[in-house]
């Protein structure tokens, strides 16, 4: 009963009109296990109660059966989802509000490094110069174009190289919780941290 009340206090402290337009969170390799995979569900059921759009996933984990055991679990589930491996893009899910992209083993560094070799490319085939080479032309070709503004890591106190680019000016926060115990209390309890921050972007 207390554990309810509290979870509403949350949500009531959350201001609807001032909430991250992109929220990513870093698990730890090994975190999708069955129990890991239940989560994704509640994490998605838990952003459309919110009414979060966008929603990002990092597990330095690129097993193939892994992409397959996501695919079949989340196959049905009402989002736009899309899971990212080195290989490429699947889409899946039936559809909805909330957008989840799933990355799986493919980090930041790796998305850099490609979205060079894909200007260099234009650069030799003529169709770029080097002196129009800026912030919008590697961002033009990076695969994730969502800008985070609150990363949360959760179960550890390092981030990882995901989104090295996109997140320059995120938010960051770090729980102990690991993901497979990870409650709705302590995703509300991240949002509202980030709400109450007064954020600089770099400043």
């Not at 919110?50 to 597990?59: G, I």
């Not at 996501?70 to 889409?91: K, M, N, R």
């Not at 174009?145 to 960051?172: H, N, T």
Request: hydrophobic share 40%; glycine share 8%.
């Amino acid at each position: 009963m207390i554990h309810r009340l509290y979870e509403r206090l949350l949500e009531v402290q959350i201001a609807r009109n001032n909430l991250p337009g992109c929220v990513a969170v870093i698990l730890s390799s090994g975190d999708l296990n069955d129990r890991g995979l239940k989560q994704l569900r509640d994490l998605l059921e838990w952003s459309e109660s919110l009414s979060l759009s966008s929603l990002v996933l990092y597990v330095n984990d690129d097993a193939p059966e892994l992409c397959q055991k996501i695919a079949a679990f989340l196959g049905d589930a009402p989002a736009e989802i899309s899971l990212h491996t080195i290989e490429g893009v699947q889409h899946i899910g039936s559809g909805g509000r909330v957008k989840m992209a799933v990355s799986l083993g493919y980090g930041g560094k790796r998305e850099v490094a490609e979205a060079f070799r894909e200007i260099l490319k234009e650069v030799e085939a003529g169709c770029l110069n080097p002196e129009e080479i800026d912030e919008k032309a590697i961002e033009a070709c990076l695969r994730f174009r969502q800008r985070p503004d609150l990363v949360i890591r959760a179960g550890g106190k390092q981030l990882s190289d995901f989104m090295i680019w996109q997140a320059a000016y995120s938010e960051l926060y770090f729980t102990d919780v690991n993901w497979q115990q990870l409650r709705k209390i302590d995703f509300l309890r991240a949002i509202r941290d980030c709400q109450q921050r007064e954020r600089r972007f770099g400043r």
